[in-house]
């Protein structure tokens, strides 16, 4: 099992940037991959970014090049780095952990950006 606990969200202008953290409670190396999802009001519950055990990295392309995810192995967390935020990227934010067949989930984080 992994426990993963997401800290970072607020409430921006549009333009501005926040960085997500997810901290694991296991070595992430040990997680096939770690992901950030987001979940607007109304709306379904949608892939943001993803980064691999090996390091690799994709993005959605609603996010491409505006949002980076990185990790910090030594800490076990995970982060999202979100740069020129618009008003459509608000939503609660959720870090995911993909293990073997299971996915595990945070809590989730708020963002919200004001026009």
């Known amino acids: 099992q992994v426990q993963l606990v997401e800290s970072g969200g607020g409430l921006v202008q549009a333009g501005g940037s926040l960085t997500l953290s997810c901290a694991a409670s296991?070595?992430?190396?040990?997680?096939?991959?770690m992901a950030w999802y987001r979940q607007a009001p109304g709306k379904q519950r949608e892939w943001v970014a993803s980064?691999?055990?090996?390091?690799?990295?994709n993005y959605a392309d609603s996010v491409k090049g505006r949002f980076t995810i990185s990790r910090d192995t030594a800490k076990n967390t995970v982060y999202l780095q979100m740069n020129s935020l618009k008003p459509e990227d608000t939503a609660v934010y959720y870090c995911n952990a993909f293990v073997v067949v299971n996915h595990y989930w945070g809590q989730g984080t708020q963002v919200t950006v004001s026009s």
């Open positions: 296991r070595n992430i190396f040990s997680i096939n991959a």
């Open positions: 980064i691999t055990s090996g390091g690799s990295t």
